[in-house]
Nanobody, 121 residues
Framework: VQLQASGGGLVQAGGSLRLSCAAS????????MGWFRQAPGKEREFVAA????????YYADSVKGRFTVSRDNAKNTVYLQMNSLKPEDTAVYYC???????????????WGRGTQVTVSS
């Protein structure tokens, strides 16, 4: 499974961005998708996850109510809509694919290269 994340950029605090993650290859082997982020000098942390059907979603407490994860299986693409962005959301955002929607990094088998999100104050 290959993953390509896109949609990052520079935005002012309070603004919005939508990240996309396009999957290709044997996506049936890793139907659940997750988003993680890593800020400089910090460990990679969980942001959101979604099951294949979209009926199960999880969010980190820090993004609940501001971020929304969704997917379009016809396009093999998962989205992360990020609203009310804060400077502390600045990080490289990674998408990942695995057998189940979980919050731990070890639960995912495939990772994309990441896209930079920078939120200015």
């Amino acid at each position: 499974v290959q993953l390509q994340a896109s949609g990052g950029g520079l935005v002012q605090a309070g603004g919005s961005l939508r990240l996309s993650c396009a999957a290709s290859g044997r996506t049936s082997s890793a139907p659940a998708m997750g988003w993680f982020r890593q800020a400089p000098g910090k460990e990679r942390e969980f942001v959101a996850a979604i099951s294949w059907s979209g009926s199960i979603t999880y969010y980190a407490d820090s993004v609940k109510g501001r971020f929304t994860v969704s997917r379009d299986n016809a396009k093999n693409t998962v989205y992360l809509q990020m609203n009310s962005l804060k400077p502390e959301d600045t990080a490289v955002y990674y998408c990942a694919a695995g057998p189940r929607a979980v919050t731990r990094t070890s639960g995912y088998d495939y990772w994309g290269r990441g896209t930079q999100v920078t939120v200015s104050s």
